[in-house]
């Protein structure tokens, strides 16, 4: 059964840092398609980062320079490293995989299979 949980929400004020962590179990993680997504109150769930195969990785613009994804294969483990956090970046905070070997990472909720419960992530002013 393959299980994504998501953990390091939290409180910040702005200009702040947090680090999300998701860790993944019950398929092979190595060389699998995984990103993170959010969704503020309000909208529509959008793609933030995302990191496939060789470690290619792809931002959102509006994270670009200020947010980081990366892994620990050994650990199943995928992060969110975010800094100057805004109040804009308030949103529940999602990680999504998609087993298999994949080239490209995308920002595509369709090109997941798999998703977290979530993580709230609130940045005030």
């Known amino acids: 059964q393959v299980q994504l949980v998501e953990s390091g929400g939290g409180s910040v004020q702005a200009g702040g840092s947090l680090r999300l962590s998701c860790a993944a179990s019950?398929?092979?993680?190595?060389?699998?398609?995984m990103g993170w997504f959010r969704q503020a109150p309000g909208k529509e769930r959008e793609g933030v980062a995302a990191?496939?195969?060789?470690?290619?990785?792809t931002y959102a613009d509006s994270v670009k320079g200020r947010f980081t994804i990366s892994q620990d294969n050994a650990k199943n483990t995928l992060y969110l490293q975010m800094n100057s956090l805004k109040p804009e970046d308030t949103a529940m905070y999602y990680c999504?995989?998609?087993?298999?070997?994949?080239?490209?990472?995308?920002?595509?909720?369709?090109?997941?299979?798999?998703w977290g419960q979530g993580t709230p992530v609130t940045v005030s002013s």
């Open positions: 999504a995989a998609r087993a298999g070997s994949w080239f490209l990472p995308t920002l595509r909720e369709y090109d997941y299979t798999y």
């Open positions: 019950g398929y092979t993680y190595s060389s699998s398609r």
């Open positions: 990191i496939a195969s060789y470690g290619r990785t």
